[in-house]
Every structure is written in C-alpha cells, then in structure tokens.
C-alpha cells in the first residue's frame, strides 16, 4: 500500500520567552533532517501524513535583563537569551554542542552569561551583523528551522501605565506594580527582515504566543510591517492562549481580553483565525503553588473570543511538571489539524 504524499507545510511561529521555544520544540518533530525523516500517518494531520518543510521562528529583541542585559551594555549588540533558547529548541536535544549552548558559568567574571549568548555575541563582532550571527549558529547547531529576530534596530521598550506614568525598559516594565495600558518601540519606526515579510507571505500556518502578553508578544507586532503581512496573510493564524495569568502582563485579564489587547496594538488589524484555549484542569498542588504569586488560570470565555471573528479550539494542553508548561506535543497535533483543515 503506498503511502499519501505529505501535506506540506510552512510555519511561522512568533513570539518569544519559554513559551515559544516550547512550541518549537513539538514542531520540529514535523521538519525533516537533512537527510529526510518518515512522515507521520497518525490523527495529527487529519489522517494524512504531513511535514513542515519551511518553518521560521520570528523573535522578540527587547530583553535589556540578565546575561542578555549586560551582553547588550557591554558589546551594543541585540540580546541573544530568547534566540539562543529557540536555536538550542530546534536542534536534537541530545547532542553536545545543544547542552554547550545552554551551559551557564557560575562564577568569575563570566557568572551569570551562558556560553550561547557569548557565541552568538562573538560571531556578531566577526560578521558585525546580528541577524547573519543568529544565522551561523542555527546552522552549527544544525537546527531545523531558521530564525529571526523581530528587528535588527536597536529597540527598547516604553510602557504608558495605568497610572498615567511612563517606564523604560523590559526589566523596569516587568517590574512595576502598576499595570500596562500601552507598549511603545523606541524607536518607533523600527524595521523587520526582508527574510521576515517573506516567510509571512508565504506561510500557511502563522501563530502568536504563548508568552508574556506585553514583552514576549505584543513587542513583536510593534515593529512596522509585521502585523500588517499577518493581515494580509493568507495563512491559517492562530492565537496560542497562555494558561495562567502574570504579574503586570496580565492580572484578571481573561482569554478573550488577551487578545483584544494584542489587536489594540496592532490598529485593530485582523490578525487571527483561531484560537487555541486551554481547558484542562490544572492540579490543585500547582495551582496553590501559582496563588501564592497572586496568579490563576486564565478564563476561558469562548464567547467572547467568537464574537471577535475567532474560532475557539479548546482542550488539553498542559504539561505539569514542577511548573505549568504547555505541552509542546498537544499544541502542534492541534494546530496542525487546524492548518490542514483548509
């Protein structure tokens, strides 16, 4: 009996933090090795086998904390922390130069950096071009997809407070006790890649998040250019909900409100179809564990998300550990049968 052709497909996935290179890692299962991977024939692809053969990850470039902070101050380059966590995400885990990418030093002068931003920071000053270095690592790494940060300007985060005050900076943001009202790019006029735009008009399965709402997420659709390609967009665009809230992103706020906050810093663009919605529970052990930092499951107001326009997938999609992830696995079977649907 032959085998289907694979539906073939190219993903965009945008966003950043741990949520994104969550993701990727349960989609690289679908991008084939050099030397070509057997295709799936299970429910993930509504009964067919499918394979994402162009997948590209865009990044969020804003981080001004940690060892991407101080990479930043020091060497006036772009913070490699979030990039860094997607190239080790989308490469075979179990090789060496995967864990070498992710080795933190603990003392010295070095304390605190891991050795992948410093490679990242290194090959920067040998092509003196971000993007090319985030490039060559991806390629040493031998990692399945291609990625790029949101924009190669020099950005950095200005957020208008509830309060009416004004804060600089990511870290500063994050660490505020009032709550977001706007989030602003200085500069404002910052550009993407051309590599960008491409890879958004030609995609067939385009998703946002999870991550933190403002920092991880809405950052990345502040840069000209890319919310207006999600639009125009033919590809199947889906909103990947987080599952609890979070500190100064996201207190009270529910599933529904996640997204109308996101589409208010975008003009009001059209830029989701579906929505992924967690509604598992969660164990009581975490979810006493997340009280005690004043956090809980988002609400899942799915008729709220219809009446935007957007059509609410629910399910299964936590992993619990020794904290709440999502489990990189259920999300990609459920966007995939999302994006094959067409």
């Known amino acids: 009996m032959s085998i289907p052709t694979p539906k073939s497909l190219r993903v965009v996935a945008i966003g950043g933090g741990t949520g994104l290179s969550t993701l990727l890692r349960g989609l690289k299962r679908f991008v084939p090795t050099p030397h070509g991977t057997q295709p799936f024939t299970d429910s993930r692809c509504t009964g067919s086998p499918c394979l994402i053969h162009d997948l590209a990850a865009i990044v969020t470039v804003t981080d001004d904390g940690g060892s991407s902070g101080r990479l930043r101050e020091d060497f006036q380059m772009l913070p490699p922390g979030d990039i860094r966590n997607c190239i080790v995400a989308l490469c075979d885990d179990e090789h060496l130069l995967s864990k070498l990418f992710q080795y933190r030093f603990t003392n010295g ?49 200005i957020a208008q407070m509830d309060d009416g005050s004004t804060v600089e900076g990511e870290t500063s943001i994050t660490a505020s006790k009032q709550r977001i009202v706007e989030l602003m790019l200085d500069p404002p006029a910052a550009q993407p890649l051309p590599e960008t735009l491409h890879s958004i008009a030609n995609a067939d399965l385009i998703t946002i998040g999870p991550g933190s709402l403002y920092t991880s997420l809405i950052t990345n659709l502040l840069v000209r250019g890319i919310p207006e390609a999600i639009a125009a967009s033919r590809a199947t665009r889906v909103y990947i909900g987080n599952l609890m809230t979070q500190a100064n992103e996201s207190l009270d706020l529910t599933a529904a409100q996640h997204i109308e906050r996101i589409v208010s810093h975008t003009g009001g663009a059209r830029i989701f179809d579906y929505a992924l919605i967690n509604t598992a529970p969660i164990s009581p052990a975490l979810l006493d564990q997340y009280a005690r930092e004043g956090q809980v499951p988002i609400e899942a107001d799915l008729d709220r998300i219809k009446a935007l326009g957007i059509t609410p997938v629910t399910g299964s999609f936590v992993n619990e550990g020794n904290v709440l992830r999502h489990d990189p696995n259920k999300l990609t079977d459920a966007l995939l049968k999302i994006a094959t649907m067409k």
């Open 109 to 157: 002068d070095l304390e605190g950096h891991s050795f992948g931003n410093l490679f990242v920071a290194a090959l920067t000053h040998i092509t003196g071009d971000f993007a090319q270095a985030v490039q060559m690592s991806s390629q040493i790494l031998a990692a399945r997809g291609h990625i790029y940060p949101a924009t190669t300007d020099n950005v950095h985060l």
